[in-house]
């Protein structure tokens, strides 16, 4: 099969597979998943080895723009809207699911510490898609349901954060075990790729901001915000700065200098479908089969203990913010499912780290299949216990 | 020529307190899609609401907090099929479903700067605000055209 027969392939059958998946409550997301699993190089190999080689290529774009329209999460406007509640609940589960799953896979299990690390990062991400689905589904209505759709709107930005200081910690940590200035060195780097990418991104906003002023049409609003996104991802990739925080830094800083940022991130939305498409399909496609049955204990520790992290970091963002009692009870339940973040992050992790790479990444691909099918269920029960499903 | 001079100063706007369906009531008077301004007890501008907003009355939730969400899929709502209380003519009000995101030309600004953004924005109308926010007028490209059209001496 040549590369555009591939592409079109992934595409089209990536479609019917997202109508035809959406029929059993699940979400597109889910569907693209499971057929990069069927079509990819373990069971049917219907992908190129082209396309699989762009892997890396398409999912550094799909992170970057991810991640650029993430930043809108940190405009003055909207973290003054987003209440006291959502705020501590969302950093206290994304950092509960980060400590817990961290010390378990250090202490319990004995992995190293940047691999430890690694996995507590990943495992803050929460997908939102199947819990919405749900929402929508079932026409939930409530204070619950305004609570756990705020919280999982705005997890993603913790997330990315949390795996950019956890990255830089565990690339220091690698490349460093036997330094005597260990510690030092640890935290200059951390500190250095952070601000370099802060730097990396306003300085993009800026340009993107000045820019704006001069374009005419809808066209030449998406090629320039295409265009300022790919050179901010193409640069921080040659600092070798965090892709992520950079693209986030962009979208932050240009929404808060721009008033009329939005017109920019939506440009950019009327052609991400496709490329997310392909960013999950190649994700399926990636695990790699044989080596699912050696992670074992590894991904069953990480099943339970983000989840219990996310449970008892929810619960005490709950109890901080005097969040009513169905609240603290039950809003871990809707924090389940993992899928686009956490994939991106595994990716990284998996170029960055070629030696336990393929382990972390087929651990993600695997854990995100099992969330992705019974999040939905646990959500569904989280709204019912909360009493926000309204029973015709 | 700027914007103020030739802006019409008489523009339906509402509350954000405003019920559902007294904005219907309002809706009904248009023959064309509307962009009804919201506005603060002072008079600034908050947002808009339009007819595409009133779809989004008929979701139990509001889609304004899930626009920054990433991999959503879009709702394939049909709205035949959906099935409300009649309460939400009284529980939905415009604050619920207006956009805070807008575009608005200031009162100074040229036509032509106001016929770009509209242009860019692929919109038809924009409200007029003065340098303080304050909602003062509104601004159709209808009314650019008509100077475009009288300056190259096409009607009188």
Redesign the interface.
């Given at each position: 099969m040549n590369t555009i027969l591939g592409l079109g392939f992934i595409m089209f059958v990536g479609l019917l597979s997202?109508k035809l998946i959406?029929k059993i409550k699940l979400?597109?997301?889910t569907a693209y998943l499971l057929l990069g699993i069927v079509i990819g190089p373990p069971l049917l190999r219907f992908v190129p080895e082209e396309v699989l080689g762009a892997s890396g290529l398409i999912s550094n774009i799909v992170l970057g723009i991810?991640a650029f329209?993430?930043g809108?999460?940190f405009s003055r406007?909207?973290l003054r809207r987003i209440g006291r509640s959502v705020l501590w609940i969302s950093v206290l589960e994304a950092c509960g699911a980060w400590v817990l799953v961290t010390s378990i896979f250090y202490l319990l299990l004995r992995q190293p510490f940047y691999l430890s690390l690694l996995f507590g990062s990943i495992a803050s991400a929460t997908?939102?898609?199947a819990t919405?689905?749900v929402?929508?589904e079932y026409?939930?209505?409530g204070n619950f349901?305004?609570t756990l759709?705020?919280v999982?709107?705005i997890d993603?930005a913790w997330c990315l954060i949390i795996f950019a200081i956890s990255l830089a910690i565990s690339q220091a940590i690698y490349a460093h075990t036997v330094a005597t200035s260990f510690l030092v060195q640890v935290f200059l780097k951390s500190l250095l790729s952070i601000f370099g990418a802060f730097v990396l991104g306003a300085f993009s906003a800026f340009l993107l901001s000045i820019f704006y002023r001069f374009?005419?049409?809808?066209t030449?609003?998406l090629i320039l915000t295409m265009g300022i996104v790919f050179l901010n991802i193409g640069i921080a990739i040659w600092l070798h700065l965090s892709v992520l925080l950079s693209s986030m830094f962009l979208g932050t800083v240009l929404v808060n200098i721009n008033r009329?940022s939005?017109?920019l991130f939506d440009s950019l939305k009327t052609i991400d479908s496709p490329l997310?498409l392909l960013f999950f399909v190649l994700a399926g496609a990636n695990l790699e089969i044989n080596i699912i049955g050696s992670i074992g204990i590894l991904g069953l520790a990480y099943l339970i203990f983000r989840v219990a992290g996310k449970m008892f970091g929810a619960s005490l963002g709950a109890r901080i913010s005097n969040a009513p009692t169905s609240v603290r009870k039950y809003l871990g339940y809707g924090l389940i499912p993992q899928?686009?973040?956490a994939l991106g992050c595994a990716l990284v992790a998996k170029s960055d780290f070629p030696q336990v790479g393929n382990m972390i990444f087929t651990t993600i691909v695997a854990t995100t299949v099992v969330y992705e099918l019974i999040g939905p269920l646990c959500t569904k029960y989280a709204l019912r216990k909360a009493e926000d499903i309204?029973t015709? | 020529m700027r914007v103020k001079e030739i802006m019409s100063k008489e523009v339906i706007s509402v509350k954000r307190s405003m019920k559902l369906k007294e904005l219907l009531r309002i809706f009904r008077n248009f023959h064309i899609f509307p962009l009804v301004p919201v506005v603060e007890e002072n008079g600034r501008l908050a947002g808009i609401v339009s007819f595409r907003n009133l779809i989004d009355a008929l979701q139990s939730y509001h889609p304004n907090m899930l626009k920054l969400v990433p991999f959503l899929d879009e709702e394939e709502q049909n709205i035949f099929k959906i099935d409300v209380s009649e309460d939400i003519g009284d529980l939905v009000v415009v604050e619920d479903i207006m956009e805070y995101e807008y575009m608005s030309v200031l009162d100074d600004s040229s036509l032509e700067e106001a016929y770009n953004q509209m242009k860019l924005c692929l919109k038809e109308e924009f409200p007029v605000v003065d340098k303080s926010g304050r909602l003062i007028g509104r601004i159709g490209i209808f009314d650019i055209l008509q100077v475009v059209f009288r300056q190259k001496g096409i009607i009188k």
């Amino acid at each position: 099969m040549n590369t555009i027969l591939g592409l079109g392939f992934i595409m089209f059958v990536g479609l019917l597979s997202a109508k035809l998946i959406k029929k059993i409550k699940l979400p597109s997301v889910t569907a693209y998943l499971l057929l990069g699993i069927v079509i990819g190089p373990p069971l049917l190999r219907f992908v190129p080895e082209e396309v699989l080689g762009a892997s890396g290529l398409i999912s550094n774009i799909v992170l970057g723009i991810i991640a650029f329209g993430i930043g809108q999460n940190f405009s003055r406007y909207h973290l003054r809207r987003i209440g006291r509640s959502v705020l501590w609940i969302s950093v206290l589960e994304a950092c509960g699911a980060w400590v817990l799953v961290t010390s378990i896979f250090y202490l319990l299990l004995r992995q190293p510490f940047y691999l430890s690390l690694l996995f507590g990062s990943i495992a803050s991400a929460t997908a939102p898609a199947a819990t919405v689905m749900v929402i929508r589904e079932y026409r939930a209505k409530g204070n619950f349901t305004d609570t756990l759709l705020g919280v999982v709107a705005i997890d993603d930005a913790w997330c990315l954060i949390i795996f950019a200081i956890s990255l830089a910690i565990s690339q220091a940590i690698y490349a460093h075990t036997v330094a005597t200035s260990f510690l030092v060195q640890v935290f200059l780097k951390s500190l250095l790729s952070i601000f370099g990418a802060f730097v990396l991104g306003a300085f993009s906003a800026f340009l993107l901001s000045i820019f704006y002023r001069f374009m005419r049409t809808p066209t030449d609003l998406l090629i320039l915000t295409m265009g300022i996104v790919f050179l901010n991802i193409g640069i921080a990739i040659w600092l070798h700065l965090s892709v992520l925080l950079s693209s986030m830094f962009l979208g932050t800083v240009l929404v808060n200098i721009n008033r009329y940022s939005f017109k920019l991130f939506d440009s950019l939305k009327t052609i991400d479908s496709p490329l997310f498409l392909l960013f999950f399909v190649l994700a399926g496609a990636n695990l790699e089969i044989n080596i699912i049955g050696s992670i074992g204990i590894l991904g069953l520790a990480y099943l339970i203990f983000r989840v219990a992290g996310k449970m008892f970091g929810a619960s005490l963002g709950a109890r901080i913010s005097n969040a009513p009692t169905s609240v603290r009870k039950y809003l871990g339940y809707g924090l389940i499912p993992q899928a686009g973040v956490a994939l991106g992050c595994a990716l990284v992790a998996k170029s960055d780290f070629p030696q336990v790479g393929n382990m972390i990444f087929t651990t993600i691909v695997a854990t995100t299949v099992v969330y992705e099918l019974i999040g939905p269920l646990c959500t569904k029960y989280a709204l019912r216990k909360a009493e926000d499903i309204i029973t015709h | 020529m700027r914007v103020k001079e030739i802006m019409s100063k008489e523009v339906i706007s509402v509350k954000r307190s405003m019920k559902l369906k007294e904005l219907l009531r309002i809706f009904r008077n248009f023959h064309i899609f509307p962009l009804v301004p919201v506005v603060e007890e002072n008079g600034r501008l908050a947002g808009i609401v339009s007819f595409r907003n009133l779809i989004d009355a008929l979701q139990s939730y509001h889609p304004n907090m899930l626009k920054l969400v990433p991999f959503l899929d879009e709702e394939e709502q049909n709205i035949f099929k959906i099935d409300v209380s009649e309460d939400i003519g009284d529980l939905v009000v415009v604050e619920d479903i207006m956009e805070y995101e807008y575009m608005s030309v200031l009162d100074d600004s040229s036509l032509e700067e106001a016929y770009n953004q509209m242009k860019l924005c692929l919109k038809e109308e924009f409200p007029v605000v003065d340098k303080s926010g304050r909602l003062i007028g509104r601004i159709g490209i209808f009314d650019i055209l008509q100077v475009v059209f009288r300056q190259k001496g096409i009607i009188k």
